[in-house]
């Protein structure tokens, strides 16, 4: 089978790759680039588990082809935090308690990222649409709506506090 010779930068480093045409974009993560805060779950495109950001748009991993990333910029978890320092989405997710198992948290940050890059201050009903096709089976949604808009204040200069979520149903 012949390979498709592609260039991406994947967390701010740039790699020459040869990809089958077959290889989703998930396998080239996690197999290629040993960058297994990408999770696979449902392998279908609607957990969410997967997603990272192409060109800053949250995708699915597991459903996009790795050479539709040829000269594209990726992002993953693990090029969210500078060094020690984490982003303050990972900050918010950490002190708001919204990850138990951690196996959906990847995902539900890197979303949260490209939200708040398209809408730096949604309400919590914005929040609860753009979020709707990431899925947590263990933390409950209470608290990952609580962090998402404490991330919205501090990353729009607002500072830290309980995220404006009270009353909400959290789901």
């Known amino acids: 089978m012949r390979e498709i010779p592609m260039t991406v930068v994947v967390n701010g480093d740039k790699h020459e790759l040869s990809v ?13 680039l040993g960058l ?11 957990c969410g588990a997967c997603t990272v950001l192409l060109d800053d748009r949250p995708v699915s991993a597991c459903t996009v082809l790795a050479f ?3 000269g594209k910029s990726l992002r993953t978890i693990e090029g969210l935090a500078r060094g020690d320092e984490l982003h303050p989405v990972q900050e ?6 919204a990850l138990q198992c951690g196996f959906c948290t990847p995902g539900m940050i890197m979303a949260t990222v490209a ?7 949604p309400t919590a009903d914005e929040v609860k649409h753009y979020m ?14 609580e962090a998402i808009l404490d991330a919205s204040r501090r990353m729009s200069g607002g500072g830290k506090g309980n995220g404006g979520a009270k009353g909400t149903d959290g789901g």
Do not use: M, W
């Open 132 to 145: 709707r096709g990431n899925i947590c089976r263990c933390t409950g949604y209470k608290r990952i709506l």
């Open 115 to 121: 939200l708040l890059g398209e809408n730096p201050r």
């Open 20 to 32: 089958p045409p077959h290889e989703t974009l998930i396998e080239c993560l996690r197999d290629r």
């Open 92 to 97: 918010a997710f950490v002190e708001h308690g």
């Open 36 to 46: 297994l805060g990408v999770k696979k779950s449902c392998d279908v495109q609607v």
């Open 68 to 70: 539709e990333a040829r």
